[in-house]
């Protein structure tokens, strides 16, 4: 018999998945009201490079990005970042640290043929690694935050002559702390804390970064051209994209940053994303049969929670009876095949909905045997 979950247990919004992530209705009814100056025009012409203008301002506002720094973006989205960092950042050989699903995969894009076998320093789910100073490395990469696993790991530059470090931001842009100055490049999709859609990345980069980028691209290396990433910076400066971008996204991704910035910027963001996240991690601690699957406090993310629960309990039904009550996408990250679930606390999600869902998962776990 299906649980059916009291209406009063219930969050006011169901949306807990890590990307796509929530968007807000005041986000849609600012698509809605500009969608005639802007969707269906050109991407050369005023109103869209002027969009383009205001988020690259609403970025470097964000991320405080020091002198110098600028904002760059360009078609695709952190796949294809990976690529072009492949084609025109990494100079002979990376450092990449792999704690999880995305993080292994920018290190596959760093196994090119005409660029050094990379220097992986790959940690157990759930845990974390550390980079280390290697001659010959020229740049050093890691996510900030895992979407996959639920781990963070701090943001510090790492001391190497003339290497440069790299940071994906895909999930932690947004809502987590952190000083600008301490990378070269931070880059990321917006559709997680930045409540957007897909179809383009965006980086802040440094005054290093874009000499390497420009140097590597006058060396004569092969680099195609919408993987170039001194095709993004120079339309960047123009307030454009190589190809057409996608005007949702970039008008999603607006109103979020007016929204974020209006309410206090990043510091605010990452304290509403720090307490919607407790309140999941003490659940976890507080309960019978489940905990946190990051073990170390420090390390555990303020805006991807994971949850293990004892083998005595179905996670795929908790998860499968919640979706039937309109709580979406808490399901574990598919290649990570753990008896547990996932939860976005993005900035977007209120924390008293994170304290409703733990409810509506005590429910559950009292009904699933009866």
């Known amino acids: ?37 802007i969707l269906g025009t050109s991407h050369r012409q005023a109103p869209v490079k002027n969009l383009v203008g205001s988020i690259r301002e609403r970025l470097a506002a964000l991320f405080r990005v020091p002198e110098g720094y600028e904002i760059i973006l360009g078609n695709g989205g952190s796949t294809a970042f990976w690529d072009a960092a492949a084609f025109g950042l990494i ?5 990449n640290l792999v704690f999880g699903e995305f993080g292994g995969k920018f290190a596959a894009s760093a196994g090119a043929p005409w660029l050094e076998a990379p220097d992986v ?43 440069l470090t790299v940071i994906d931001a895909t999930s932690a842009a947004g809502g987590i702390e952190f000083d600008a100055a301490q ?31 420009e140097r590597i ?9 919408f993987l170039s990433l001194k095709n993004a910076v120079d339309n960047s400066r123009l307030n454009q ?17 007016e929204w974020i910035l209006d309410n206090g910027g990043l510091a605010w963001a990452a304290a509403g994303t720090a307490e919607s996240s407790s309140v999941l991690y003490d659940w976890a601690e ?7 699957f990051v073990a170390e406090a420090a390390h555990r993310s303020p805006v991807v929670a994971t949850i293990d629960f004892d083998d005595s309990i179905d996670a795929t039904a908790i998860a499968k009876t919640l979706r039937a009550n309109g709580i979406v996408d808490t399901e574990p990250y598919r290649k990570l095949g753990r008896n547990q679930l996932r939860v976005a606390t993005f900035v977007s999600i209120e924390p008293d909905d994170v304290r409703q869902l733990t409810r509506s998962i005590d429910y559950v776990l009292e009904n699933l045997s009866v």
């Open 91 to 95: 100079e002979k050989r990376s450092q």
């Open 121 to 163: 320093r790959k940690a157990e789910p759930g845990s974390l690694t550390v980079a280390e100073i290697v001659e010959g490395v020229d740049v050093y990469a890691w996510p900030h935050n895992e979407t996959s696993t639920g781990v963070a790991a701090p943001i510090q530059r790492v001391a190497a002559d003339g290497a």
């Open 286 to 292: 507080a309960s019978a049969v489940a905990t946190p």
């Open 1 to 37: 018999m299906a649980i059916e979950i009291p209406r009063d247990l219930l969050p006011t919004d169901g949306r807990f998945g890590c990307g796509p992530s929530k968007v807000r209705p005041a986000q849609l009814e600012a698509l809605i009201a500009s969608g005639a100056t």
């Open 241 to 257: 994209t190589l190809n057409t971008p996608a005007l949702v996204t970039l008008q999603l991704l607006d109103s979020q940053l």
């Open 183 to 213: 990378a070269d490049v931070y880059y990321f999709a917006p559709q997680k804390n930045l409540g957007s859609d897909g179809g383009l990345w965006f980086a802040a980069v440094s005054p290093a970064a874009i000499e390497r980028i």
């Open 217 to 225: 691209a006058a060396s004569g290396r092969y680099i195609p051209e």
